[in-house]
Every structure is written in structure tokens, then in C-alpha cells.
């Protein structure tokens, strides 16, 4: 065999819904990196297309290049990381703690504060706003819509945070740390 990647003994039978949570970890880092490629390839051109720009539109425009490269690379790790799990790698289990344990805090926790945050100042905003001015019927739709688009993302990461604690937690039990070996190199 060519390829050896599972170790003799390892129990991999059955349903596992650790799993099922790095399968979809993996689509929904593949999901990311593929839009936030798409978003650096559009901040790209506008950066070559539009040679006039100020400079600090130009930094601007830098600045959200570095970002999509940032999260482009990170979620790429997270694919690699995920894959290795699903192909029982032992170093992609402690690595895929990591990973769930920081995406937890950063994306989790961090963002969803900053979520929250944002849209606190937002509404205050628009709330003001509202009371000097009545908002006609498509603003209010356009603020009801925004509203749930934040309130669905801020449930969702509500949801995750324990999942991802409970992933990095069950990938350190001794019954699931069984199932990863090292790779051998024979030939």
C-alpha cells in the first residue's frame, strides 16, 4: 500500500459527530477562502484600474488587500488542518484543537462582541436619525433587513462557541485520540 492512513487498530466505525463537525468546518473554510479570494481579486483591480487614486484611498484599499490575504490564509490552514483530521493524521489532531479553541475566542467570542458593539452604534444612529427625520418605508425595510442579517450572525456564533469548545475537547479523549497515528514513511 502506497499510502497508509490509518494505524493498525484504530477504531473508526460508527457515528462520530466530531466528524461530521470537521467535514463542515472544512466547506465553510472552503466557503471563505473562496470569497475572500474573490474579494482580494476585486480590490486588485481596483487598485490597478484606478491609478489616480488619493493616497488614502490607496491605503485604504491596502489595507483590505492585507485583510482577504490575512483570512484567505487562515481559513487555507483550516482546510489543511481539517483534512488532515478527516484522513486520521496524528498531527492534525492537536493542531485541530488549536484551531477550534482560537476560532472560538477570535471568531466566537471577539467577533461576536465587536458585532454587537457595531451594531449598538448603529442602531443608535439610525435611531437618532429617526427621531428628527421619520424613515421613509424602504429605509426601514433596508434597517429591519440589516437588523436580522446581524442578529442571525450573532445567534450563530452564539451556537458555535460551544460547539467548537466541545470539538477541541472531545479530539483530546483518549477514545478518539486513538483513532489518529503517525504517519509512517516505509517504502
Same mark, same amino acid.
Given at each position: 500500500m502506497l499510502l497508509k492512513v490509518r494505524g493498525q487498530g484504530a477504531r473508526t466505525d460508527g457515528f462520530a459527530l466530531w466528524r461530521i463537525l470537521v467535514w463542515l468546518m472544512l466547506l465553510l473554510a472552503a466557503f471563505g477562502c473562496l470569497q475572500n479570494a474573490l474579494h482580494a481579486e476585486q480590490l486588485w483591480d481596483a487598485l490597478q484600474g484606478h491609478a489616480t487614486l488619493n493616497a488614502d484611498a490607496t491605503s485604504q484599499l491596502h489595507r483590505m488587500l492585507a485583510w482577504d490575504?490575512?483570512?484567505?490564509?487562515?481559513?487555507?490552514?483550516?482546510?489543511?488542518?481539517?483534512?488532515? +483530521?478527516?484522513?486520521?493524521? %496524528?498531527?492534525?489532531?492537536?493542531?485541530?484543537?488549536?484551531?477550534?479553541?482560537?476560532?472560538? +475566542?477570535?471568531? %466566537?467570542?471577539? %467577533?461576536g462582541f465587536h458585532a454587537l458593539a457595531q451594531w449598538r452604534e448603529?442602531?443608535?444612529?439610525? *435611531?437618532? *436619525?429617526?427621531?428628527?427625520?421619520?424613515?421613509?418605508?424602504?429605509?426601514?425595510?433596508?434597517?429591519?433587513? +440589516?437588523?436580522?442579517?446581524?442578529?442571525?450572525?450573532?445567534?450563530?456564533?452564539?451556537?458555535?462557541?460551544?460547539?467548537?469548545?466541545?470539538?477541541?475537547?472531545?479530539? %483530546?479523549?483518549?477514545a478518539v485520540r486513538a483513532q489518529f497515528r503517525p504517519r509512517s514513511l516505509r517504502r
Open positions: 490575504v490575512g483570512y484567505f490564509s487562515a481559513g487555507f490552514a483550516v482546510v489543511v488542518i481539517c483534512a488532515g +483530521v478527516i484522513l486520521h493524521q %496524528g498531527w492534525a489532531r492537536p493542531a485541530m484543537q488549536v484551531a477550534a479553541l482560537a476560532l472560538a +475566542v477570535a471568531w %466566537g467570542l471577539y %467577533g448603529f442602531s443608535n444612529a439610525i *435611531t437618532l *436619525t429617526n427621531a428628527q427625520t421619520p424613515l421613509d418605508v424602504a429605509s426601514q425595510a433596508a434597517f429591519d433587513h +440589516v437588523q436580522r442579517t446581524v442578529m442571525v450572525s450573532l445567534a450563530l456564533r452564539a451556537l458555535a462557541v460551544p460547539v467548537l469548545l466541545w470539538l477541541a475537547w472531545r479530539l %483530546g479523549r483518549p
